[in-house]
Protein backbone atom coordinates (compact mmCIF):
# COMPACT_ATOMS: atom_id res chain seq x y z
CA UNK A 1 0.00 0.00 0.00
CA UNK A 2 2.49 2.42 0.71
CA UNK A 3 4.52 1.63 -2.53
CA UNK A 4 0.76 2.78 -4.41
CA UNK A 5 1.44 6.00 -1.98
CA UNK A 6 4.41 6.68 -3.12
CA UNK A 7 3.84 6.11 -7.43
CA UNK A 8 0.61 8.03 -6.69
CA UNK A 9 2.52 11.09 -5.56
CA UNK A 10 5.43 10.65 -8.32
CA UNK A 11 2.57 10.25 -11.44
CA UNK A 12 1.53 13.97 -9.53
CA UNK A 13 4.94 15.20 -9.38
CA UNK A 14 5.72 14.44 -13.11
CA UNK A 15 2.26 16.12 -14.27
CA UNK A 16 3.36 18.94 -12.04
CA UNK A 17 6.40 18.94 -13.91
CA UNK A 18 5.11 18.25 -17.25
CA UNK A 19 2.49 21.13 -16.69
CA UNK A 20 5.32 23.83 -15.77
CA UNK A 21 8.06 22.98 -18.23
CA UNK A 22 4.39 23.50 -21.20
CA UNK A 23 3.74 26.50 -19.48
CA UNK A 24 7.49 28.28 -19.47
CA UNK A 25 7.54 27.01 -23.69
CA UNK A 26 4.29 29.01 -23.80
CA UNK A 27 5.44 32.05 -22.09
CA UNK A 28 8.98 31.68 -23.92
CA UNK A 29 7.25 30.93 -27.13
CA UNK A 30 5.09 33.99 -26.42
CA UNK A 31 7.73 36.36 -26.10
CA UNK A 32 9.92 35.57 -28.70
CA UNK A 33 6.68 36.06 -30.82
CA UNK A 34 6.57 39.63 -30.05
CA UNK A 35 10.11 40.38 -29.68
CA UNK A 36 10.42 38.79 -33.23
CA UNK A 37 7.69 40.77 -34.51
CA UNK A 38 7.36 43.96 -32.53
CA UNK A 39 3.74 44.30 -33.74
CA UNK A 40 3.53 48.27 -33.82
CA UNK A 41 0.00 50.36 -33.71
CA UNK A 42 -1.51 53.90 -32.59
CA UNK A 43 -0.97 53.09 -28.95
CA UNK A 44 2.93 52.11 -29.16
CA UNK A 45 5.95 53.66 -30.07
CA UNK A 46 9.70 53.45 -30.92
CA UNK A 47 12.59 54.14 -27.96
CA UNK A 48 15.94 53.86 -29.34
CA UNK A 49 18.56 53.24 -26.99
CA UNK A 50 22.46 53.61 -27.17
CA UNK A 51 25.34 51.82 -25.88
CA UNK A 52 28.70 52.97 -24.86
CA UNK A 53 30.19 52.38 -28.27
CA UNK A 54 27.76 53.69 -29.86
CA UNK A 55 25.45 51.17 -30.76
CA UNK A 56 21.83 51.68 -31.09
CA UNK A 57 18.97 49.74 -30.52
CA UNK A 58 15.27 50.30 -31.54
CA UNK A 59 12.54 48.74 -29.47
CA UNK A 60 8.75 48.84 -30.44
CA UNK A 61 7.02 49.37 -26.63
CA UNK A 62 3.37 50.24 -25.39
CA UNK A 63 3.05 54.27 -24.73
CA UNK A 64 1.49 54.97 -21.50
CA UNK A 65 0.08 58.41 -20.97
CA UNK A 66 -1.06 60.28 -17.54
CA UNK A 67 -1.36 63.45 -16.05
CA UNK A 68 0.32 65.06 -19.76
CA UNK A 69 3.72 63.23 -19.44
CA UNK A 70 4.72 59.89 -21.41
CA UNK A 71 5.62 56.89 -19.96
CA UNK A 72 6.71 53.09 -21.05
CA UNK A 73 6.03 50.38 -18.91
CA UNK A 74 8.70 47.05 -18.83
CA UNK A 75 6.09 44.34 -18.73
CA UNK A 76 8.10 41.66 -19.98
CA UNK A 77 11.28 38.91 -19.77
CA UNK A 78 13.14 40.17 -22.40
CA UNK A 79 14.53 43.76 -20.80
CA UNK A 80 17.74 44.62 -22.73
CA UNK A 81 16.23 47.92 -23.46
CA UNK A 82 15.73 49.02 -20.12
CA UNK A 83 18.96 47.62 -18.66
CA UNK A 84 20.49 49.85 -21.42
CA UNK A 85 18.11 52.24 -20.49
CA UNK A 86 19.12 52.46 -16.95
CA UNK A 87 23.10 52.81 -18.20
CA UNK A 88 22.14 55.65 -20.28
CA UNK A 89 18.79 57.04 -19.76
CA UNK A 90 19.34 59.65 -22.57
CA UNK A 91 16.91 58.42 -25.22
CA UNK A 92 15.29 58.76 -28.66
CA UNK A 93 11.70 58.25 -28.99
CA UNK A 94 9.37 58.05 -31.98
CA UNK A 95 6.11 58.70 -31.70
CA UNK A 96 3.43 59.27 -34.26
CA UNK A 97 6.03 59.61 -37.01
CA UNK A 98 8.32 62.22 -34.72
CA UNK A 99 11.44 61.72 -33.29
CA UNK A 100 12.38 63.16 -30.05
CA UNK A 101 15.14 63.42 -27.44
CA UNK A 102 14.23 62.19 -23.44
CA UNK A 103 15.53 61.48 -20.45
CA UNK A 104 13.97 58.23 -19.05
CA UNK A 105 13.18 58.62 -15.11
CA UNK A 106 12.47 55.34 -13.12
CA UNK A 107 9.03 56.10 -11.46
CA UNK A 108 8.16 54.91 -8.01
CA UNK A 109 6.01 55.30 -5.01
CA UNK A 110 2.41 57.45 -5.83
CA UNK A 111 3.62 58.39 -9.16
CA UNK A 112 4.36 54.12 -9.85
CA UNK A 113 1.23 53.54 -8.46
CA UNK A 114 -1.08 56.14 -10.04
CA UNK A 115 0.44 55.20 -13.78
CA UNK A 116 -0.17 51.12 -12.72
CA UNK A 117 -3.95 51.31 -11.78
CA UNK A 118 -4.35 53.66 -14.88
CA UNK A 119 -2.63 51.08 -17.25
CA UNK A 120 -3.11 48.06 -15.46
CA UNK A 121 -2.44 44.67 -17.50
CA UNK A 122 -5.13 41.80 -17.15
CA UNK A 123 -4.51 38.26 -16.17
CA UNK A 124 -4.22 36.67 -19.88
CA UNK A 125 -1.42 39.08 -20.39
CA UNK A 126 0.14 38.41 -17.27
CA UNK A 127 -0.11 35.01 -17.50
CA UNK A 128 1.04 34.84 -21.24
CA UNK A 129 3.98 36.77 -20.09
CA UNK A 130 4.91 34.11 -17.00
CA UNK A 131 4.05 37.07 -14.54
CA UNK A 132 7.20 39.21 -15.07
CA UNK A 133 7.91 42.42 -12.66
CA UNK A 134 6.43 45.78 -14.02
CA UNK A 135 8.90 48.95 -13.99
CA UNK A 136 7.39 51.95 -15.54
CA UNK A 137 9.83 54.89 -16.53
CA UNK A 138 8.60 58.42 -17.17
CA UNK A 139 9.74 59.85 -20.39
CA UNK A 140 10.77 63.90 -19.87
CA UNK A 141 12.19 65.86 -23.13
CA UNK A 142 14.92 66.85 -22.92
Known amino acids: MEETGRSRRGKIVKIIAILFVLYV ?3 VAF ?3 LGFFQPANQSTMVVT ?3 EDGTSHDRVVARL ?5 LFV ?4 WPRAWYRRTLENPNVQVTLDGDRGDYLAVRTTG ?4 R ?3 EH ?16 ILRLDPR
Open 25 to 27: GMV
Open 31 to 33: ESM
Open 49 to 51: TME
Open 65 to 69: ESGGQ
Open 73 to 76: AVNH
Open 110 to 113: GEYD
Open 115 to 117: VND
Open 120 to 135: GLGFVFRFLTGFPRRH
